[in-house]
C-alpha cells in the first residue's frame, strides 16, 4: 500500500536523522566538555554555558521555524537544518577562540529548532493530519535510544580521534546522511486531504486556529507555562541528579545506576502510552505525566536517605520524562488544530527551551549557597507542582472555550 510505504518511509527516516541530530547536538558535550576545557583552558562554566545559550537560540527562533515548517514543510525546513548543523559542529571542530566557540553554538542553537522533534513531529502532523499520533509515539520511541548510542559512541571516538574530530565526523554526518535523508522526505501536501486519501468536508468537526489565535487564547500560555516550569525540572535534574543523590550519603556507584534506570523508563513509558493509552485522550494522559513529577519528588524529600526509594524516584521520573514528549507532540494539534500546528508548536515550546537553558544553571547557582540537598530538591518540587497547575488550568479553561 503507497500510503503505508510513505508511512514507514518517513518514520525510518527521522528516526535515523532524530538519533543522529540528539546525539551530536545535544548529548555529546556532556561526554566531550571535559576534553574541551582541558585544552583550552577555560572554566566549566564557560563550556557550558556556550550550550545553554544555543539553547536559548532555539527558543528565540522557534516560532519563527515553525512558521517556515506550516509554509515549506519538512523535507526543505529539516534539510537545510542539517545542512546547518553540519556546518556549525565543523566551525566548533575548529574553534580556538571563546568568541569563535560561542559563535559556533549559536549556529547549533539555530540548527536545533530545525531539526530536532519540534520539527520532526511538524513533519508528521503535515503528512498524517489527525492520525500523526500513532507516528510521533513511535519516533520518540527511536529518539529516546540517541543517549544509549551516542554516550558511548562519542567517548570511544574521543579516545581515539579527541573532541575536535569527533565533532569533524559528526559535522561530516549531518551533511552527508541527514542532509540526503531530509531531502528524500515527501513535499509538504497542499492539498487538504487526509491520510485516507480523502478530501475533508470544507466544515470539519475541529477548528483550525491561526497562530495568532491560539497566543491570544489563554489555554496555549497555561500550556506553555506548565511545559515550562517542566522543563526546568527535567534539565536542572539530567545535570544534578547524580551530584544530589550523593550529598543524600548514597554512594556514587550507586548513584550512576540508580541514575542509568532514567533512560530505559522513558522507552517503557513511550511504549506503555503506545500501547495501553493509545485510545485516551493526550490531555488524559498528560494528567499521568505532569502529576507523576512531583510524585518522584515527593518519593526523594521523604524517603530519599533509602535506595529503594531512589529507584522508584528515577521510574517514576523517567516514565513521566518519556510521555511528556508525546504529550507535547500531540496536544497543540488536539487543542488547536494541524494546520498552523508547527508555528503553534514552535510558540508554545520557545518558554521550554529558555526554562531548560536556565534549570541547570540557577540550581547550580543555589547549590553554591547551601550544602544540604533538601532545599534544591524544595525548589524543583514546587516547580513541578506549578506545572502540574497550570496543566489542569489550561484544561478547564480548555473545556469551556475550545469549541467551534
Known amino acids: 500500500?503507497?500510503?503505508?510505504?510513505?508511512?514507514?518511509?518517513?518514520?525510518?527516516?527521522?528516526?535515523?536523522?532524530?538519533?543522529?541530530?540528539?546525539?551530536?547536538?545535544?548529548?555529546?558535550?556532556?561526554?566531550?566538555a571535559p576534553e574541551i576545557q582541558r585544552e583550552m583552558a577555560w572554566r566549566s562554566e564557560l563550556v557550558f554555558a556556550a550550550f545553554s545559550w544555543s539553547l536559548l537560540v532555539a527558543g528565540m527562533v522557534s516560532t519563527y521555524i515553525g512558521i517556515l515548517l506550516d509554509r515549506h514543510g519538512g523535507k526543505f525546513i529539516m534539510g537545510l537544518g542539517s545542512l546547518t548543523c553540519g556546518t556549525g559542529l565543523l566551525l566548533l571542530s575548529q574553534a580556538h577562540s571563546l568568541s569563535m566557540y560561542y559563535f559556533a553554538w549559536s549556529i547549533l542553537g539555530l540548527a536545533m529548532a530545525m531539526t530536532l522533534y519540534e520539527a520532526a513531529f511538524a513533519t508528521l502532523t503535515q503528512q498524517f493530519k489527525e492520525h500523526s499520533?500513532?507516528?510521533?509515539?513511535?519516533?520518540?520511541?527511536?529518539?529516546?535510544?540517541?543517549?544509549?548510542?551516542?554516550w558511548p559512541l562519542t567517548q570511544q571516538l574521543n579516545s581515539l580521534l579527541g573532541w575536535r574530530d569527533?565533532?569533524?565526523?559528526?559535522?561530516?554526518?549531518?551533511?552527508?546522511?541527514?542532509?540526503?535523508?531530509?531531502?528524500?522526505?515527501?513535499?509538504?501536501?497542499?492539498?487538504?486531504?487526509?491520510?485516507?486519501?480523502?478530501?475533508q468536508a470544507a466544515t470539519t468537526q475541529k477548528k483550525n486556529f491561526s497562530l495568532h489565535e491560539a497566543i491570544r487564547h489563554p489555554t496555549f500560555w497555561k500550556l506553555a507555562f506548565a511545559f515550562s516550569a517542566n522543563s526546568f525540572v527535567f534539565s536542572a535534574l539530567s545535570v544534578h541528579l547524580i551530584p544530589l543523590l550523593k550529598e543524600m550519603g548514597h554512594p556514587a556507584k550507586l548513584a550512576v545506576l540508580m541514575a542509568a534506570l532514567i533512560g530505559p523508563m522513558q522507552v517503557v513509558g513511550r511504549i506503555g502510552e503506545m500501547t495501553m493509552a493509545r485510545n485516551a485522550l493526550p490531555q488524559t494522559v498528560g494528567k499521568f505525566t505532569f502529576a507523576a513529577l512531583p510524585a518522584a519528588l515527593l518519593t526523594l524529600i521523604f524517603l530519599g536517605t533509602q535506595a529503594w526509594a531512589v529507584a522508584l524516584f528515577c521510574i517514576l521520573y523517567g516514565l513521566s520524562n518519556g510521555i511528556l514528549?508525546?504529550?507535547?507532540?500531540?496536544?497543540?494539534q488536539t487543542l488547536f488544530g494541524s494546520e498552523n500546528y508547527a508555528a503553534i508548536s514552535g510558540a508554545m515550546s520557545g518558554p521550554a527551551l529558555f526554562s531548560k537553558a536556565a534549570g541547570p544553571l540557577l540550581i547550580a547557582s543555589l547549590?553554591?549557597?547551601?550544602?544540604?540537598p533538601?532545599?534544591?530538591?524544595?525548589?524543583?518540587?514546587?516547580?513541578?507542582?506549578?506545572?502540574?497547575?497550570?496543566?489542569?488550568?489550561?484544561?478547564?479553561?480548555?473545556?469551556?472555550s475550545l469549541k467551534n
Open 1 to 32: 500500500m503507497k500510503h503505508t510505504h510513505h508511512a514507514y518511509q518517513t518514520i525510518a527516516i527521522l528516526a535515523v536523522t532524530q538519533i543522529l541530530s540528539w546525539g551530536s547536538l545535544y548529548y555529546a558535550i556532556a561526554i566531550l
Open 133 to 150: 499520533r500513532q507516528a510521533i509515539s513511535t519516533l520518540t520511541l527511536f529518539g529516546g535510544f540517541a543517549s544509549t548510542v551516542f
Open 166 to 199: 569527533t565533532y569533524m565526523a559528526y559535522g561530516l554526518a549531518q551533511i552527508l546522511l541527514c542532509l540526503p535523508l531530509h531531502l528524500l522526505l515527501q513535499k509538504k501536501n497542499t492539498t487538504e486531504k487526509n491520510t485516507d486519501g480523502k478530501v
Open 325 to 332: 514528549t508525546i504529550v507535547r507532540g500531540t496536544i497543540p
Open 367 to 372: 547549590i553554591h549557597q547551601t550544602r544540604s
Open 374 to 400: 533538601y532545599p534544591i530538591l524544595g525548589c524543583l518540587l514546587l516547580f513541578s507542582l506549578a506545572s502540574l497547575t497550570f496543566y489542569f488550568a489550561a484544561l478547564s479553561v480548555g473545556k469551556t
